[in-house]
């Protein structure tokens, strides 16, 4: 096993210098990811909200994070997407650090949150188009999945000290996810270059360019709006609307699974929540090189369609039996199947977007992304309310399903050379 995933860690040797700072950075902010999987916890068990009210005030977050997403994707090609990236993050670090002096206020707490959210918002369209316009088709997999990766060894130590410090003092998870955000994104501020326009390449590196253009003539810059790009690559609306479905799934590990833990073990629910956690991201460290490796060369589509079924899978298994380790073994399947998400949205995106309006097209994925996942939150606390947790997770075992099929569906029309794809 050791030596298997060894060998899947050489995909991440010879990448450029500045995609090893963004992982570092990464890294960081992971460690400091206090707050979003807990925020449903932090509002009912600290706040005092019902199930319900909580999950319309993660809604709220969502559409926050939607909005900054939306203004940061127009923001990021005119003023430069390192520029947004950073200067999101810095401003949303600030505002957590100020919302740790008002961690029990039951209504500034939440405020904050949200303005700080918009901020990650913006620098969201701006990073993922860093991180595509440092890499090429040929290592995107790897520059992708080592960012990811680097993220989540942070975050499963990060979770499992908040799981401890949730009942200690609210304050210091507000603190150290703000100082982490602050730490982190300096590295990419000092450290990280913006890369040159595509005309002002220099000649060895354009040459490069050319190579990987002649792949595929997708990433090559295109006048006209975002609209006009996308009317032209119908692919990439489909894409987002199989997406979304996922991302419902998915979403209930940090929205539905709290809550639910805590509904069977009561006040031992947040520590084997953060103990779940913290399997998740390491499990994620372990898969993501194997899983990359295993994929590589079977497209992006089919990774999505088996991410579909794993979801399924694993909330399968979670509802099935109330034995503690049953949850660990879901929470494992959980994190393949985040794996193969994160890593195969991503190099989809970037390989179908033209240079020229990539922060653009990211903003356009994630609000529609979102548009679609955020009544879920309150839907879900509404279903939890009326039909109960079994039947709940059932919904969500059929979206997963649906959502596989329509990847499924997708995958065919590459091979039917209807939908448009990067050749392998």
């Given at each position: ?312 899978l694993g909330y399968v298994i979670m509802i099935a039996s109330q034995w503690v380790p049953a949850f660990f073994v879901a929470f494992f399947v959980l994190a393949a199947a985040e794996v193969l998400l994160v890593t195969n949205e991503n190099v989809y995106i970037a390989n179908q977007s033209p240079r020229s309006h990539r922060g653009r097209i990211s903003s356009v994925m994630n609000t529609l992304k979102n548009v679609g996942m955020v009544p879920a939150y309150v839907v879900m606390g509404l279903l939890v309310e009326g039909i109960g947790y079994t039947a709940t997770w059932l919904c969500v075992v059929v979206i997963s399903l649906i959502s596989s099929a329509a990847f499924m569906w997708m995958a065919h029309k590459v ?10």
């Amino acid at each position: 096993m050791f030596k298997r995933v060894r060998e899947s860690l050489a995909i991440y040797q010879g990448l450029p210098r500045d995609i090893y700072f963004i992982a570092l950075s990464r890294f960081i902010l992971g460690l400091g990811n206090f707050i979003m999987p807990f925020l449903v916890l932090l509002l009912t068990q600290k706040l005092g909200y019902s199930e319900a009210i909580a999950s319309t005030v993660v809604m709220i977050v969502m559409c926050a994070f939607m909005v900054g997403g939306m203004l940061g994707g127009k923001l990021a090609d005119s003023l430069g997407h390192k520029n947004m990236m950073v200067g999101g993050e810095l401003l949303a670090g600030i505002i957590l650090i100020i919302c740790g002096f008002f961690a029990n206020h039951h209504y500034i707490a939440p405020a904050l949150i949200i303005i700080a959210y918009v901020m990650v918002g913006t620098s969201v369209p701006g990073g993922n188009a860093l991180a595509a316009n440092l890499s090429t088709p040929k290592n995107r997999s790897a520059v992708m999945s080592m960012s990811y990766l680097a993220y989540n060894i942070g975050s499963g130590i990060g979770s499992l000290l908040a799981g401890y410090l949730f009942w200690f003092d609210s304050s210091i998870i507000y603190w150290c996810n703000g100082i982490a955000v602050i730490v982190g994104i300096s590295l990419v501020a000092y450290y990280v270059r913006e890369p040159k326009p595509h005309n002002d390449l220099t000649a060895q590196h354009q040459e490069h360019q050319e190579e990987d253009e002649s792949a595929s003539g997708l990433e090559e810059d295109m006048t006209g709006s975002v609209w006009q790009v996308l009317k032209a690559r119908p692919q990439l609306i489909a894409f987002g609307l199989s997406c979304t479905l996922l991302y419902v799934s998915m979403t209930q590990m940090t929205v539905l699974s709290p809550l639910y833990v805590t509904h069977i073990f009561d006040k031992q629910g947040p520590e084997l929540y953060g103990q779940l956690m913290t399997l998740a991201c390491i499990a994620v460290v372990i898969l993501t090189p194997i899983l990359v490796k295993a994929t590589h060369g079977h497209g992006e589509l089919k990774g999505l369609m088996w991410c579909g079924s794993l979801l399924a899978l694993g909330y399968v298994i979670m509802i099935a039996s109330q034995w503690v380790p049953a949850f660990f073994v879901a929470f494992f399947v959980l994190a393949a199947a985040e794996v193969l998400l994160v890593t195969n949205e991503n190099v989809y995106i970037a390989n179908q977007s033209p240079r020229s309006h990539r922060g653009r097209i990211s903003s356009v994925m994630n609000t529609l992304k979102n548009v679609g996942m955020v009544p879920a939150y309150v839907v879900m606390g509404l279903l939890v309310e009326g039909i109960g947790y079994t039947a709940t997770w059932l919904c969500v075992v059929v979206i997963s399903l649906i959502s596989s099929a329509a990847f499924m569906w997708m995958a065919h029309k590459v091979h039917w050379g209807k939908i448009g794809e990067i050749p392998r």
